[in-house]
């Protein structure tokens, strides 16, 4: 059965029928074939079975075509075609009427009218289905489109390593532009990214990288400007690729300054479509999304890779160390006394010194290894599958090659050494921040040493341990589990449409020191997950907030808010603490439904199985989902399909942004409409001005949160405020 017409809820139509018609007894609708598309009784029944024996013989295929026949019970069946301009298939509406009813012209006609306007309606409701849906998809292609952008700006935000940022991004055009061969080149920083979809794979040919490294990216520097080929008549084509049958659009890539430094370009075969305006006005957005990677990812001094990219390469190592138990090595080097050089040739002079040192150790290390500059005279290196040991002889040759240098400037030579510490990345490394502090602590202590010196951080040193341990937050988290030096804030979810007074309430959380200060989650909670301490977390928040829902006057049943309660993906797939939060809700009893409980996209994404399972079981008992920071992921949609939501928060780095940017606007707009569509209801975070909560309430979203609406205070404090304000309301 048509989708659109299984939206369609019939018994109205047939209670509309009757109002009019009180003779009729069953109202079916069947398609040409003779499928029963909905019928008013039950086929088994006798009026059922009565108008199904006749359906056949009184069914038309000529729109428009009008029978009926009285039965030997002295019921009457009567047939209409419906006119269908959409469907190849026309339908039949046939109605039985009781018997002992006597029919004249008038009365048949009367009938017939009735009969013609039921079924334009049921036409034209399934044709406005037909309509939603196709709009649904039309959404779901720009948002897809949409996300291409925001995911690329994703990436270039420190949260992949840069050259798997720009490998991602490249296959991404590969995908959105449905071709067969994307490509990246940047000379300067010898990178060339290649992605291949299988399906194109002849496409591939060694002759094709050379030419487009050669030829290609010459003339597109040359013209600073895109280029579209698309005609296999088009001699630059033929000439430059040999007559290759392949369709190309290419893309420069600019630098800080506007100079050319790269290419990206898509290719595909002669057989698939020309490449359009708004193809290159993609892959020109593409091309400025690596331009931002780099700005992020890579120091503008000397081309290396910056402290963001650093970092995420950091921590992918680690994921390969723990994953396959590979032993790999991380360097800190800095330069001695280029404050030096600096108070006597004064800045350009020391940034001199920096490259030359930069370059010198690019040379050193090996291939596969990654070099980074952290900050004014401080490197970093990431040695892939490298021992310790091999670190260490590593460090002791670029050690050396640095004191090579033949530096000069003006009338002065100037001697150039670094110190630097040498750490390991294995399976028993703690985190990323523990590798980054073990390797600082032993540069530290190689310059306490002198210049020219090299420290390895071994867990035996007791004095590097000591330094490390400094850093550390676990045991500060655990303590204040102890000592429930945690307290629960809240902030107001507000309804945008003037008529919703429903009022919500996000649960977050605080943390006292040992002084009892707060200390803002942003810096516990990091700590909290790279250890494994949310589920800890996440049980003492559930366990506070119904305390203090069942501590409020009146009961339960004078409960004055709805409150959401962030729970994080390692509490999801932890089946004691489903069965834990189960329990707490039964403490609640017929009130469940005031809780929500708040997971993250990327949360439920990374543990579908397990978040689908915990949904399932904890919903059984009547509370509700919110979806976090939706909207950040490629697949957004096609993830949410699969889980079972009451809610949807877009990401409040869209929504900061409307009142300035037109695509973020659309952006939240699109996945207000798709949300719609699919029955949920849509919160948006970062509600930061009036200019944007206005908007919100243009674009139809449901709530809002943020600073604009409500500041975060204690949660106790937010459930009195409504109490009082009701008080007050009530005389």
């Known amino acids: 059965m048509n989708r659109s017409l299984s939206l ?107 009969l013609a306007a039921l079924g334009e309606c049921i036409c034209n409701e399934r044709d406005l289905n037909m309509e939603l849906e196709s709009m649904a998809d039309e959404l779901s292609i720009r948002y897809e489109e949409l996300n291409l952008v925001y995911q690329s700006d994703e990436h270039s935000t420190g949260l992949y390593h840069a050259k798997e940022s720009l490998r991602l991004l490249v296959a991404e055009c590969t995908g959105a532009l449905a071709v067969g061969v994307a490509a990246l080149l940047l000379p300067g920083k010898n990178i060339s990214i290649y992605d291949f979809d299988e399906r194109n794979a002849s496409i591939g040919t060694p002759g094709l990288q050379a030419t487009l490294k050669d030829e290609y990216y010459e003339r597109v520097k040359t013209l600073e400007a895109a280029i579209v080929i698309n005609s296999s008549q088009d001699a630059v084509r033929h000439r430059l690729t040999s007559g290759l049958p392949c369709k190309f659009l290419l893309s420069p890539v600019e630098g800080g300054n506007g100079n050319v430094i790269g290419m990206l370009a898509v290719i595909n075969s002669e057989r698939r479509r020309d490449f359009s305006n708004s ?240 200390v803002p989650p942003g810096e516990f909670l990091p700590a909290a997950e790279h250890y494994h301490l949310m589920t800890n977390i996440d049980r003492w928040v559930v366990q506070q907030t119904f305390d203090q829902m069942l501590s409020m006057a009146g009961g339960l049943q004078a409960f004055p808010c709805h409150l959401s309660v962030n729970l994080s993906g390692q509490s999801m797939s932890d089946e004691d603490f489903s069965d834990f939060v189960c329990e707490q809700l039964k403490r609640l009893g017929s009130y469940t439904n005031l809780v929500c409980f708040e997971v993250t996209e990327s949360a439920a994404i990374a543990n579908l199985d397990e978040a689908k399972h915990f949904m399932a079981k904890v919903k059984s008992l009547g509370c509700t989902f919110s979806l976090d920071d939706f909207g950040t992921g490629l697949s957004s949609f096609a993830y949410l399909r699969n889980l079972d939501v009451d809610y949807l928060k877009i990401d409040g780095s869209f929504v900061r942004k409307i009142d300035v940017d037109p695509v973020s606007e659309i952006m939240v707009s699109a996945i207000n409409q798709v949300g719609h569509a699919m029955g949920l209801l849509t919160i948006a975070e970062y509600v930061e001005n009036e200019t944007i909560s206005l908007k919100l309430c243009d674009i139809g979203v449901d709530f809002g949160q943020g600073y604009a609406l409500e500041k975060p205070k204690p949660l106790q404090a937010c459930l009195e405020d409504i109490v009082r304000e009701k008080q007050v309301a009530n005389g």
């Open 8 to 114: 369609i809820k019939f018994e109205k139509y047939f209670r509309l029928l009757q109002s009019l018609s009180p003779e009729i007894v069953v109202l079916s609708l069947f398609e040409r074939e003779g499928q029963c598309v909905w019928s008013s009784s039950d086929v088994q029944s006798e009026d059922g079975l009565k108008l199904e024996s006749h359906s056949g013989e009184l069914r038309e295929k000529s729109p428009g075509n009008f029978r009926w026949q009285q039965l030997e019970g002295g019921e009457t069946v009567f047939s209409l075609c419906l006119e269908d301009e959409v469907d190849d298939c026309p339908l039949n509406l046939i109605v039985l009427t009781r018997a002992g009813e006597t029919w004249g012209g008038a009365a048949v006609n009367a009938i017939r009218e009735r």
């Open 279 to 518: 193809d290159r006005n993609l892959l020109g957005v593409m091309s400025k999304k690596v331009t931002k990677i780099i700005q992020v990812n890579y120091d503008s001094l000397t081309g290396l890779e910056n402290t963001h990219s650093f970092e995420s390469s950091v921590t992918g190592l680690l994921a390969k160390s723990r994953s396959h138990g590979v032993k790999h090595a991380i360097l800190n080097i800095d330069i001695d006394r280029i404050g030096v050089i600096n108070d006597i040739g004064g800045r350009e002079a020391g940034d001199a010194a920096i490259c030359l040192v930069a370059e010198s150790i690019e040379k050193t290390v090996r291939t596969e290894d990654s070099v980074a500059r952290l900050s004014g005279d401080e490197f970093g290196v990431l040695l892939e599958n490298c021992p310790l040991e091999t670190a260490e002889r590593l460090a002791g040759r670029i050690s050396q090659e640095i004191a090579l240098i033949d530096f000069s400037w003006e009338e002065f030579t100037h001697e150039l050494s670094a110190c630097i510490g040498v750490a390991a990345i294995t399976v028993q490394s703690e985190s990323v921040a523990a590798i980054l502090s073990s390797v600082e602590v032993a540069r530290n202590a190689a310059k306490e040493r002198g210049k020219n010196r090299i420290q390895v951080y071994e867990q035996g040193d007791t004095d590097l341990q000591r330094r490390r341990d400094e850093m550390q937050w676990v045991g500060r988290i655990q303590t204040a589990l102890r000592e429930s030096r945690f307290q629960l804030y809240g902030q107001l979810i507000q309804g945008l449409d003037a008529h919703n007074d429903e009022r919500h309430y996000e649960v977050l959380l605080r943390m006292l020191d040992e002084q009892g200060e707060l």
